[in-house]
């Protein structure tokens, strides 16, 4: 079993900047996908982004390209979602997930086995 824990959502005004922390344990960072998901309000689950352990190019949704950057820090297990110029439309609660893979990553709902317990994000116009 993988167990995900992240912290620092909250709210903010458009145009700002928030940064979410997720980290795992229970299994080797190094061959998990993690990634991010956000489910906004009477919508589906989406991807936003996700980047394998081990290394190698990240993966984002068209919406938040060039705004979001994933990052990792192995050492520590964890995994970040840097959210720069949010939008009302960013707005949504924020899943961390992670998937035991032996080969890289997907920005695929289906794709992960695991599930953070998701923290909001408000951004007010």
């Known amino acids: 079993q993988v167990q995900l824990v992240e912290s620092g959502g909250g709210s903010i005004e458009t145009g700002g900047s928030l940064r979410l922390s997720c980290t795992a344990s229970?299994?080797?960072?190094?061959?998990?996908?993690m990634g991010w998901f956000r489910q906004q309000p009477g919508k589906e689950r989406e991807g936003v982004a996700s980047?394998?352990?081990?290394?190698?190019?990240?993966k984002y949704a068209g919406s938040v390209q060039g705004r979001f950057i994933i990052s990792q820090e192995n050492a520590k297990n964890t995994v970040y979602l840097q959210m720069n110029d949010l939008k009302p439309e960013d707005t949504g609660m924020y899943y961390c997930?992670?998937?035991?893979?032996?080969?890289?990553?997907?920005?695929?709902?289906?794709?992960?086995?695991?599930w953070g317990q998701g923290t909001q994000v408000t951004v007010s116009s």
């Open positions: 997930a992670a998937a035991r893979s032996g080969a890289g990553c997907a920005l695929d709902l289906s794709f992960f086995d695991f």
């Open positions: 229970g299994y080797n960072y190094n061959w998990l996908c």
């Open positions: 980047v394998y352990g081990a290394g190698g190019d990240p």
